[in-house]
Structure formats: structure tokens, C-alpha cells
């Protein structure tokens, strides 16, 4: 058991080497919210190879991962790229009346009560890096893009699902705290736990957690005030993301996975039968009615 002194030393050690982002063998490191094809469909081949190699996810022929909520206007894929190649990626999904949030599987009950007291809520999900990029901390300058998108889009709560091994580090680090018990999550084979931060109070959280002097890394400085503009030159956003995919793109998407609308419920599947009209029933991927006829 870790005393006090110790305990607090450890979250020291840990603070202070995240910021050390390793960017040496990084060709034209960028950050930015996907919008070509390519972008996305390296993002989702990321998402497959590393949820694979935890058993996540299941072996597939498209080596590709997404789901529904990916394919939203409002949901946003950011990734960390290395001149062409994406190295990490992580997408903020909104909630939304017809879809709601991923973790209303499990944790619907504690989601519906933020939203009972109006608050706009928004969920974290597809965290990935490629493996050899697995110690370059890459994910916290995500993490500081999609902080300061939600932000933007005036998004109350924050939420995510992760596996209890996971849970000190989102706790002590990014400060978010339980928001719901563990559960089994079916989908992935393995445990989860519910996490929240409130946004309207996080950027004081994070100036109590890092204004101490002897912590070497201030993620309040680095989240709330500094640019780094070698990576990260265009931070301020000026439109809150409302755009679907690619019709091409989609249309590879659906083909590769058609399950994806057919495990919908009925207004799920007709709100994205009709958004993405053109990528379903123009070329004959689906004929109209067959999809519905297969739910």
C-alpha cells in the first residue's frame, strides 16, 4: 500500500513525463479533424489492429472498425498525423434524440439523468495509436483538441466507458471522476466503468490538480492557454462540425459492413437510410425496402 507521500510522487512521475512527446522520428506531425476518405479509413484500420490485439474486436476481412455513431454529422475523428500517415485517433461523439450515445447500452439510467437536467452531453470513443507510436503520448494532444471542441460546442459533460485497469489513469491524470459501477460489456468481452468530467468546472479542476509548483507538467497551461503551433497551428474553432460523410467513402463503408444498419432500431436505420441515400441505393449496393426487410 502506497503512503500518502508516495502515492502522491507516483502521480508526480507520471504528470510530469506526459508531456514528453517523443516527436523526433515524426515526419510533419499535424492534428486534425478527419475529412478525407483516406483519413478516416487509416483512423478505422488503427481503431481494428489495436482493438484486435487487445481482443476487443473480433477479425474481420475489411480490417476496418466503426460503427453508426462514426458515420453522424456531429461526430468528430480526430487524428494525429505524421505528414500522410495517421499515427492516433480518437472520436467525440454527440448525443443525439434518434441514436443517443454508445454507452446508453450500459449506462442509460445515469446518461438520461444529465440529460433530464439539461445538460448536452458527449461521449469519448475509438481511442487508438498504432503500437510503435504506443510511447510517444500522442493521445494527450487529442485529448487537448477534443477538449477544446467540446468546449466550443458548449458540451456539458464529457463522458467514456473504459476498462477498470484504465480508470486510475483517466481519474488521477485527467481528472475525471465515477460515474457509473462496473459493468460487463458484451460487445468488447470485457469489464467497463463509466467516467464523467464536467466541463463547466474542468479548466478550474485542472488548475487545482496543476498549479503546484514542483509538478513539472501543468496539463492546465498546456490544455487551456498554450498553442503549440508547430502541431497544432489551427486550435480555435469557428464551426461546430455538422457534415456527413463522403458519399463514396460511405458507400465502401456500408459494403464492408452491412450488419452496421441492420442491428439499428427502425428510426435509427431510416434517419441514416435517408441521410445516406445516394451512398445505399444509387449503383445498387441495396434496393429500397430490402434493408428494412432484413431488420
Not at 504528470?15 to 523526433?24: A, F, P, V
Not at 501543468?218 to 490544455?223: E, G, I, N, R, T
Amino acid at each position: 500500500m502506497l503512503t500518502g507521500q508516495d502515492r502522491r510522487r507516483t502521480i508526480r512521475i507520471r504528470r510530469s513525463s506526459l508531456l514528453q512527446c517523443k516527436l523526433g522520428d515524426i515526419d510533419r506531425p499535424a492534428i486534425k479533424i478527419a475529412e478525407e476518405p483516406d483519413e478516416y479509413k487509416q483512423a478505422f484500420g488503427i481503431i481494428y489492429e489495436e482493438y484486435l490485439k487487445e481482443t476487443y474486436a473480433k477479425p474481420h476481412d475489411s480490417k476496418l472498425l466503426y460503427s453508426a455513431y462514426s458515420m453522424l454529422p456531429k461526430s468528430v475523428t480526430f487524428i494525429f498525423k505524421s505528414y500522410l500517415e495517421v499515427l492516433s485517433t480518437v472520436t467525440l461523439v454527440q448525443d443525439t434524440k434518434i441514436f443517443g450515445l454508445p454507452m446508453d447500452c450500459l449506462y442509460k439510467s445515469e446518461i438520461q439523468a444529465l440529460r433530464d437536467s439539461g445538460r448536452k452531453v458527449a461521449e469519448v470513443a475509438n481511442l487508438a495509436t498504432r503500437r510503435v507510436n504506443r510511447w510517444s503520448n500522442l493521445m494527450i494532444y487529442l485529448a487537448k483538441a477534443l477538449y477544446r471542441y467540446a468546449i466550443f460546442c458548449k458540451v456539458n459533460d464529457v463522458v467514456i466507458m473504459v476498462n477498470p485497469k484504465h480508470v486510475r489513469f483517466y481519474k488521477e491524470i485527467l481528472l475525471f471522476e465515477e460515474f457509473g459501477e462496473e459493468k460487463y460489456y458484451e460487445s468488447v468481452g470485457a469489464p467497463a466503468i463509466a467516467l464523467r468530467a464536467n466541463m463547466d468546472s474542468f479548466s478550474k479542476s485542472l488548475e487545482g490538480a496543476y498549479s503546484e509548483t514542483d509538478f513539472e507538467t501543468d496539463l492546465y497551461s498546456f490544455f487551456v492557454k498554450v498553442n503549440n503551433d508547430i502541431i497544432e497551428p489551427e486550435m480555435q474553432y469557428s464551426v461546430e462540425k455538422n457534415r456527413l460523410l463522403d458519399m463514396q467513402l460511405a458507400r465502401e463503408l456500408f459494403k464492408a459492413r452491412p450488419e452496421l444498419l441492420q442491428n439499428l432500431d427502425p428510426k435509427q436505420r431510416e434517419y441514416l437510410e435517408v441521410a445516406y441515400h445516394q451512398a445505399l441505393f444509387c449503383g445498387g449496393l441495396f434496393g429500397e425496402g430490402e434493408l428494412r426487410g432484413h431488420a
